[in-house]
């Protein structure tokens, strides 16, 4: 994330490729950004940059020419409209977590550029506020935000007097660590300069904030040391306030990191120079605004509770490989008549079985109907098998014919009786 020093490059930036450069037209803001629209419209106007801690301004000043157009005919040469001249605009400028300028040909604008301002020249250059996560504002007629405090690099007694003045401040009981990142008192400190300042000094990032300053109030130099001494024990030992100047100066210095002139190609060098944030072998943890700390040694008397089971949270979320799967037998279900759910699907499967088998007959039943010669078929296939089929239909005729005289027989002698009585 940008903090005071990318803030304070991108602005010496600006001044550098901007030098000399008249711009003209409007200025362009992108569909997708939900930032204000810049209402300016100039034919030859010059940009400007200047930064305060973790904000960045850009002056648009319109140029005057001694030739002016007819009034009542829109913009003139001078960047005048019908309303009179454009007055200058200031565009305060807040990066978020990837914003950056960068002056680039106006045919081919990088991705993400939400807000670019042209030049005149032909072809033409575009100005651009790159951001491709969003996270940028920019104000219209801005000024520096009223509750942020001096910058720790550009003014640096105001900073220090600001801070040991206020120290009552209820901002003073939070941890140091915390206590760092609040701007009204340490603008343009950010995460990664805050672990590297409380490295250098071994100070435990959980240590009360007021514990830590309160002592600088009382530090004193002997008044009998030349200036060369003072300002010697000054580089040899500096205190909290002094390195929060220092440091992000030496950054500065360094240059580039993608703010500078040159591509990002010194991002080894800026690696090399860390000697806490993010370094192999020194420890982490999440203060009370979720923000990652990262220090040596133990972390003080206000750390987090729960210390260890913040750092398992932390191995949780670091994707780990997932496990292979177990495969386990399923276990039946017993319904509330003692069957199992296996009974219950064998039951259903066997009425299944039974729907279709008369399902199946009756079916066997149509296809006969529909085929009316398949049972004198059947009867001529019968009598060519069989040739004693004739045999049997004869016994039951002599059988019949049997039984018939029998019963004539056993009615004879019941008439002759009757007629005797």
């Known amino acids: 994330m940008p903090e005071g020093p990318e803030l304070h490059l991108a602005s010496c930036y600006i001044n550098t490729v901007c030098a000399g450069l008249i711009f003209s037209g409007k200025v362009e803001k992108s569909e997708v950004s939900k930032n204000p629209e810049v209402l300016f419209e100039s034919d030859a106007y010059l940009i400007s940059a200047t930064s305060r801690g973790k904000e960045i301004k850009l002056t648009l000043v319109p140029l005057k020419e001694e030739k002016n157009t007819l009034p009542g005919r829109g913009r003139d040469r001078a960047g005048q409209s019908q309303n009179g001249p454009q007055?200058?605009?200031d565009l305060v400028f807040r990066f978020g977590m990837s914003g950056s300028f960068k002056l680039t040909s106006g045919a081919e604008l990088p991705k993400h550029a939400h807000l670019r301002f042209y030049t005149k020249e032909s072809p033409c250059r575009a100005l651009c506020f790159v951001d491709f996560r969003r996270f940028g504002r920019w104000e219209v007629n801005g000024m520096w935000q009223p509750d942020r405090g001096p910058c720790v690099m550009l003014e640096y007694e105001k900073f220090r007097e600001n801070v040991l003045r206020n120290?009552?401040?209820?901002?003073?009981?939070?941890?140091?660590c915390e206590a760092l990142l609040n701007q009204k008192f340490?603008?343009?400190?950010?995460?990664?300069?805050?672990?590297?300042?409380?490295?250098?000094?071994?100070?435990?990032?959980?240590e009360k904030a007021r514990t830590v300053l309160e002592a600088l109030q009382h530090r004193k130099q002997s008044p009998d040391l030349t200036?060369?001494?003072?300002?010697?024990?000054?580089?040899?030992n500096p205190d909290l306030l002094e390195l929060c100047h220092a440091v992000p100066m030496e950054v500065i210095h360094m240059g580039g990191k993608g703010y500078g002139l040159e591509p990002s190609d010194d991002a080894a060098a800026f690696e090399e120079w860390l000697q806490c944030y993010y370094v192999p072998g020194m420890r982490s943890l999440r203060d009370g605004n979720g923000r990652t700390i990262w220090f040596q040694g133990e972390p003080g008397p206000m750390a987090p509770k729960g210390e260890k089971s913040r750092k398992r949270r932390s191995q949780v979320n670091a994707d780990p490989e997932p496990p292979s799967p177990k495969v386990t037998k399923p276990v039946p279900k017993r319904s509330s008549k003692g069957s199992t759910s296996q009974e219950k699907v064998a039951k259903q499967s066997g009425k299944k079985k039974g729907k279709d088998l008369v399902q199946g007959a009756e079916n066997d039943k149509a296809n006969e109907a529909r085929k009316p010669n398949t049972r004198s078929r059947r009867k001529a296939s019968a009598s060519q098998e069989s040739p004693t089929s004739e045999a049997p239909a004869a016994d039951r005729k002599r059988q019949a014919s049997a039984r018939r005289s029998k019963g004539a027989a056993a009615t004879a002698p019941r008439s002759r009786r009757v007629k005797a009585e």
């Open 167 to 176: 120290l009552s401040d209820k901002a003073f009981n939070k941890p140091i």
């Open 186 to 206: 340490f603008n343009g400190i950010g995460n990664y300069l805050r672990a590297e300042i409380l490295y250098r000094l071994k100070i435990p990032p959980f």
């Open 87 to 89: 007055q200058p605009m």
């Open 227 to 236: 200036l060369s001494k003072k300002v010697k024990l000054k580089r040899e």
